[in-house]
């Protein structure tokens, strides 16, 4: 202590450093890995008589968490040794999650880029071709327009309704409130082919509509509701209390405050509830299967006749044994794929913003009224 | 809570719009807008309380004729032989238990990792974009996990099945298949369809767990820390203890989610109705993929079967996550906090 008052620059001792990668743990992984690569590799490969590479891996996991344990051991006591271990098998744990997320894009890109690069892919349909044709005939024409209308049916009658029970649950609370947000909640826990079953049941069987794609977005309807209403409940409640207040301080009813103050002022985040509800059934496969009917034609109309979408048509083309088809498959799986990555991305734009907040556009039309009115 | 608020006149000491103490009474008089409004609201409530209610009715009365042809044995009889009268969703039931058991043995561990990592280990530059990974992993449609699994998963997981069927299987006689040296009678399992099943609930899991770790208390934490924990002991003492129900509730989703999966399995699996207790031998079947297979080649008593199954089903997972959901609840309130 005597030495640090007198020169306090000079002997300072060293920052500990609290989190982050010191040069003891980068050198005792990097030991352990290579020791354990190099013995792995002569037991495995050498001694026993055992092949593939997925065995090897596991092996040398095995052994590598093993001779970490042997070299943490040299300078830390028994509670530094476990956990050391404990954060190499966290970390592990979280890059086997973005392994396997980054394996599934990649994958299904390199294989579907085949089918990608051919114009008719994205204007013709597979109606009038073989499934062995080349790929540079038929696409997903039929399967876009499907997905599309089925799509935006479902987000017409979900959406009002969505919000509205949403309205229900965080404004006029009245006193079904409880058991009106714990049915939702099941409601997100149906499994997709009971849905389709439900809606199969009901339109196809009871009042003997045809399969078509009216009937696939009112199956979609049941998985879009809750996610429409959970989240836009959730939006809701971030509106502050205080703006609710002064609306109804000045003398406004519950619908003028709801319409002019809440609704608006969580605009953003209801923008983010329908896409996010959007990106859930864009997707969804085993309800549309049971009540979209199955063709390969292009069909316009989703009152009439079987209409196919982008995952029926993934879901069809997968199961021919035909190497082409199955590129187109992948194509599709793309196109599916990046539609869900964009509402995903745009989601995350729009709900990034507090509510409230405004973007350039509405802040300079907003501007521009104020300027007319006062003039 | 209609808000029209009128002052009832000028106060005058008795009479109308004053009551009994002399205080000024104020009623609302909710214009015909405001009560539009909230029957509005009241009636789209009420609709998604109509939809499921509607699922289940149409189930039911679907199912009926099939549950009453059939009795107990609808859930006893493991064939499924509409054509000569009897059929039965037992071996259906334990196909799908097996499955969503193999699930969890990936996606539980996994997760429980990967939400550690993601709230305790990871650098605070990653955070928020591991969190948008698992969200957007949670995202992607089941078919495209579908075909990653039949064409990419499938073939790598056939050379641990056969290691596992010929080093292990003569000690542990439920690992044993028929023809151990054929590639063919390990693939379309209960374990491959299982491991891919597992990998679509993985960020389910994920997601619920590291939102409970992230809200283990701080000063708890900075305690364990400050007593000498290290990070692990700080996780031990302080963050699991707090996260016990989210933990349980979030393993439940998951199982929720891997019992109704369709897709992923019908895409993989070989169907079968037999009770097999080889899950690495090839065939197996769930509920939700014998819907998905036999939908449209069935009518009359066959259907109705099938629409028993799907009731099944239904029940199963709304119990499974009503439980769920109680404890994720729980455990949000703070209720699960004794250290």
Same mark, same amino acid.
């Given at each position: #202590?005597?030495?640090?008052?007198?020169? /306090?620059?000079?002997?300072?001792?060293p920052?500990v450093?609290?989190?982050?990668?010191?040069p003891?743990?980068?050198?005792?992984v990097?030991a352990?890995?290579?020791?354990?690569l190099?013995?792995?590799?002569i037991?495995?490969?050498r001694?026993?008589?055992?092949?593939?590479?997925? %065995?090897?891996?596991?092996?040398?996991?095995?052994v590598?968490?093993?001779m970490?344990?042997?070299?943490?051991?040299?300078t830390? +006591?028994? #509670?530094?040794?476990? +956990?050391?271990?404990?954060?190499?098998?966290?970390?592990?744990?979280?890059?086997?999650?973005?392994?396997?997320?980054? %394996?599934?894009?990649?994958f299904?890109v390199?294989r %579907?880029?085949?089918?990608l690069?051919h114009?008719?892919f994205y204007?013709?349909?597979?109606?009038?071709i073989?499934p062995?044709a080349?790929?540079d005939h038929?696409?997903?024409?039929?399967?876009?327009?499907?997905?599309?209308e089925?799509v935006?049916?479902?987000v017409?009658?979900? !959406?009002?309704?969505?919000?509205?029970?949403?309205?229900?649950?965080?404004e006029v609370?009245?006193k079904?409130?409880r058991l !009106?947000?714990?049915?939702?909640e099941? #409601?997100?826990?149906? /499994?997709?082919?009971v849905a389709?079953?439900?809606?199969?049941?009901?339109?196809?069987?009871?009042?003997?509509?045809?399969?078509?794609?009216?009937?696939?977005?009112m199956?979609l309807?049941?998985? #879009?509701?809750?996610?429409v209403?959970?989240?836009?409940?959730?939006?809701?409640r971030?509106?502050?209390? %205080?703006?609710?207040?002064a609306?109804?301080?000045?003398?406004?009813?519950?619908?003028?405050?709801?319409?002019?103050?809440?609704?608006p002022?969580?605009?953003?985040?209801?923008?983010?509830a329908?896409?996010?509800?959007?990106?859930?059934?864009?997707g969804?496969t085993? /309800?549309?299967?049971?009540?979209?009917?199955?063709?390969?034609?292009?069909?316009? +109309?989703?009152?009439?006749?079987?209409?196919?979408?982008l995952?029926?048509?993934?879901?069809?083309?997968?199961?021919?044994?035909? +190497?082409?088809?199955?590129a187109?498959?992948?194509g599709?799986a793309?196109?599916?794929?990046?539609?869900?990555?964009v509402?995903?991305?745009?989601?995350?734009? !729009?709900?990034?913003?507090?509510p409230?907040?405004?973007?350039?556009?509405r802040?300079?039309?907003?501007?521009?009224s104020?300027?007319?009115?006062?003039? | 809570?209609?808000t029209?608020?009128?002052?009832?006149?000028?106060?005058?000491?008795?009479?109308?719009?004053?009551?009994?103490?002399?205080?000024?009474?104020?009623?609302a008089?909710?214009t015909?807008?405001?009560?539009?409004f909230?029957?509005?609201?009241?009636?789209?409530?009420?609709?998604t309380l109509v939809?499921?209610?509607?699922?289940?009715?149409?189930?039911?009365?679907?199912a =009926?004729?099939?549950?009453q $042809?059939?009795?107990a044995?609808f859930? @006893?009889?493991?064939? =499924?032989?509409?054509?000569? *009268?009897?059929?039965?969703?037992?071996?259906l039931?334990?196909?799908?238990?097996?499955?969503?058991?193999?699930?969890?043995? &990936?996606?539980?561990p996994?997760?429980?990792?990967?939400?550690?990592?993601?709230?305790?280990?990871?650098?605070?530059?990653?955070?928020?974009?591991?969190v948008?990974?698992?969200?957007?992993m949670a995202?992607?449609p089941?078919?495209?996990?579908?075909?990653w699994a039949?064409?990419?998963?499938?073939a790598h997981?056939?050379?641990i099945a056969?290691f596992l069927?010929?080093?292990?299987?003569?000690?542990?006689p439920?690992?044993?298949?028929?023809?151990?040296?054929s590639?063919?009678?390990?693939? $379309?399992?209960?374990?491959?369809?299982?491991?891919a099943?597992g990998?679509?609930?993985?960020?389910?899991?994920?997601?619920i767990?590291?939102?409970?770790?992230?809200?283990?208390p &701080?000063?708890?934490r900075?305690?364990?820390?400050?007593?000498?924990?290290t990070r =692990?002991?700080?996780?031990?003492?302080?963050?699991?203890?707090?996260?016990?129900s989210?933990?349980?509730?979030?393993?439940?989703?998951?199982l929720?989610?891997?019992?109704?999966?369709?897709? &992923?399995?019908?895409?993989?699996?070989?169907p079968m109705?037999?009770f097999?207790?080889?899950?690495?031998?090839?065939? @197996?079947?769930?509920?939700a993929?014998?819907i998905?297979?036999?939908? $449209?080649? $069935?009518g009359?008593?066959?259907?109705? *079967?099938l629409l *028993?199954? *799907?009731?099944?089903?239904?029940?199963?997972?709304?119990?499974v996550?009503t439980?769920?959901?109680?404890?994720?609840?729980?455990?949000?309130?703070?209720?699960? @906090?004794?250290?």
């Open positions: #202590m005597a030495t640090a008052t007198a020169a /306090p620059a000079a002997t300072r001792p920052r450093r609290i989190g982050g990668l010191s003891e743990v980068v050198t005792h990097v352990a890995g290579a020791g354990s190099a013995l792995v590799w037991v495995y490969e001694l026993l008589p055992l092949h593939g590479a997925i %065995g090897f891996w596991l092996v040398w996991y095995v590598f968490i093993v970490l344990a042997a070299v943490s051991a040299t830390l +006591d028994r #509670m530094g040794v476990v +956990d050391r271990v404990v954060g190499a098998l966290v970390t592990t744990a979280g890059m086997i999650l973005v392994a396997c997320l980054a %394996g599934i894009v990649v299904t390199l %579907g880029k085949q089918a690069g114009l008719n204007t013709e349909t597979t109606a009038f073989g062995e080349p790929l038929g696409g997903i024409y039929a399967a876009m327009v499907g997905t599309l089925q935006a049916m479902s017409v009658m979900s !959406v009002p309704l969505g919000i509205a029970t949403a309205v229900y649950l965080s609370r009245g079904l409130a !009106v947000r714990s049915v939702v099941a #409601m997100s826990a149906v /499994p997709t082919i389709g079953l439900f809606i199969y049941s009901m339109l196809v069987l009871k009042f003997g509509q045809e399969r078509c794609g009216l009937a696939a977005s199956a309807c049941v998985s #879009m509701i809750p996610v209403t959970t989240t836009a409940e959730v939006v809701l971030l509106v502050p209390g %205080g703006l609710r207040e609306s109804l301080a000045l003398g406004t009813t519950q619908w003028q405050t709801v319409r002019r103050v809440v609704l002022t969580a605009r953003a985040g209801l923008v983010t329908v896409l996010l509800g959007v990106a859930r059934v864009i969804e085993s /309800p549309v299967l049971l009540v979209a009917g199955s063709t390969s034609e292009l069909n316009y +109309d989703p009152t009439h006749g079987p209409q196919v979408s995952p029926l048509f993934v879901f069809n083309q997968m199961r021919l044994p035909l +190497d082409q088809a199955i187109r498959a992948f599709a793309v196109v599916l794929l990046v539609l869900v990555v509402l995903f991305g745009l989601a995350r734009i !729009v709900g990034g913003r507090s409230g907040a405004m973007s350039k556009r802040q300079r039309r907003m501007n521009r104020v300027r007319g009115e006062s003039l | 809570m209609s029209v608020l009128v002052p009832e006149k000028a106060p005058p000491t008795t009479g109308r719009g004053v009551d009994s103490r002399g205080r000024r009474v104020i009623k008089r909710p015909p807008a405001e009560r539009t909230v029957a509005a609201a009241r009636s789209a409530a009420l609709s939809v499921m209610g509607l699922i289940g009715v149409f189930l039911a009365v679907g =009926w004729p099939a549950l $042809s059939q009795g044995g859930l @006893t009889e493991s064939q =499924w032989l509409p054509e000569a *009268g009897t059929f039965g969703i037992a071996s039931l334990w196909g799908t238990l097996l499955v969503g058991l193999f699930a969890l043995v &990936v996606a539980v996994c997760g429980f990792g990967a939400a550690l990592f993601i709230s305790e280990y990871a650098p605070r530059s990653l955070k928020r974009p591991l948008t990974l698992v969200d957007l995202a992607v089941s078919i495209i996990y579908a075909m039949l064409f990419f998963l499938q997981l056939l050379t056969e069927s010929v080093h292990l299987g003569p000690v542990l439920f690992l044993r298949v028929k023809v151990p040296d590639p063919s009678s390990y693939t $379309s399992s209960a374990f491959i369809a299982g491991i099943v990998v679509v609930v993985l960020p389910t899991i994920t997601s767990m590291r939102e409970v770790f992230s809200q283990a &701080v000063g708890e900075e305690g364990a820390i400050a007593l000498g924990a =692990w002991g700080m996780i031990r003492t302080v963050v699991i203890p707090f996260g016990r989210g933990i349980v509730g979030g393993i439940m989703l998951g929720g989610r891997a019992l109704g999966e369709t897709i &992923v399995v019908y895409a993989l699996i070989s109705f037999e097999t207790t080889h899950p690495l031998e090839s065939g @197996t079947n769930t509920i993929a014998h998905a297979s036999r939908y $449209s080649e $069935s009359g008593l066959a259907l109705s *079967g *028993g199954a *799907g009731l099944v089903l239904f029940a199963f997972t709304l119990v996550n439980l769920a959901g109680l404890v994720v609840s729980r455990s949000r309130s703070g209720a699960a @906090t004794e250290i």
